[in-house]
């Protein structure tokens, strides 16, 4: 299916400010660029690195006063993700070097803590896909999805305790739970198709039978059409923008819609996500998945 997804944010800056953008995606794994545009308003001087994860990132310096940032895209996505109920675990000694790190825990995924919650959502599932998917199945069914119950501090444990979150939150778990029993995870970021309410939006992949497969706990089954803009450890590593200054996010909008011939009537339709101060990275960083 090809989608016009984007996102428009807008901000007030009180001094010149250093940004790091993150919201080009790429080619890859069931998804193909076939068009993007990417405004900036004021114009401003942009150059582009791909970072440890191979995301996409642009270097701006933000000017005092109105900033903001326009990005478009047409995607040719995957109708379908990938299952493999069955799916072999695969041993740490025999993960690629690439793949080992997804293993450790990290700053909103302290999988050291919670191995006796996922020894628990696992007892007498087979090693792998399946137990995956029992962690995806139990967080969808046990942890509440509601906006304004998470912040910037919030990490894997405070929501296996508190029991509620958005998707960043589910996300997290997700990856601490896997990661608690050895199986690679990794928090992806980007767009899905016909999600409600429509927002930046966030799930996890596995990785097991020596390739990675996705989760998405916000889901009762399995969902295709998504665009992936960035991968990463956890939320830390993802955010779409990250500040190293003085700057207000006054509004974001985000739309996910079937491709048609004008783009203006995709934007049309946007909707206006909520603006939120911080993201789960830190309070420099927005992430938009609330």
Wanted: proline share 6%.
């Amino acid at each position: 299916m090809q989608l016009n997804a984007g996102c428009e944010l807008t901000f007030d800056v009180q001094s010149p400010t250093p940004l790091v953008l993150m919201l080009r995606p790429r080619s890859g794994a069931g998804q193909w660029i076939i068009r993007e545009e990417y405004q900036i308003t004021p114009a401003v001087n942009v150059t582009e690195f791909t970072d440890l994860y191979g995301n996409l990132c642009q270097r701006v310096l933000a000017p005092e006063g109105p900033f903001s940032i326009h990005f478009s895209a047409t995607v040719q996505t995957a109708d379908l993700i990938d299952v493999s109920p069955g799916a072999p675990y695969t041993p740490v000694q025999e993960l690629p070097d690439d793949v080992l790190h997804y293993t450790l825990p990290s700053r909103y995924c302290q999988s050291d803590q919670l191995g006796d919650l996922a020894e628990q959502i696992t007892d007498g599932v087979e090693p792998g896909y399946d137990q995956a998917e029992a962690i995806r199945k139990w967080i969808h069914t046990n942890i509440k999805y509601e906006y304004g119950t998470s912040d910037a501090s919030t990490s894997a444990v405070d929501t296996a305790s508190k029991r509620v979150g958005v998707c960043r939150d589910f996300t997290h778990l997700g990856i601490s739970l896997c990661r608690s029993l050895n199986i690679p995870a990794r928090m992806v970021v980007g767009y899905l198709y016909q999600l409600d309410p429509m927002d930046l939006h966030a799930w996890f992949e596995a990785y097991v039978d020596g390739r990675w497969f996705t989760f998405d706990a916000t889901q009762e089954q399995p969902r295709g059409n998504r665009i992936t803009v960035a991968y990463g450890r956890d939320a830390a590593d993802v955010a779409f923008t990250t500040q190293f200054g003085p700057m207000q996010l006054n509004e974001m909008k985000v739309w996910v819609d079937l491709a048609q011939p004008d783009m203006n009537e995709s934007e049309k339709k946007a909707e206006k996500a909520p603006t939120v101060s911080a993201s789960v990275g830190s309070n420099q960083q927005t992430d938009g998945v609330v």
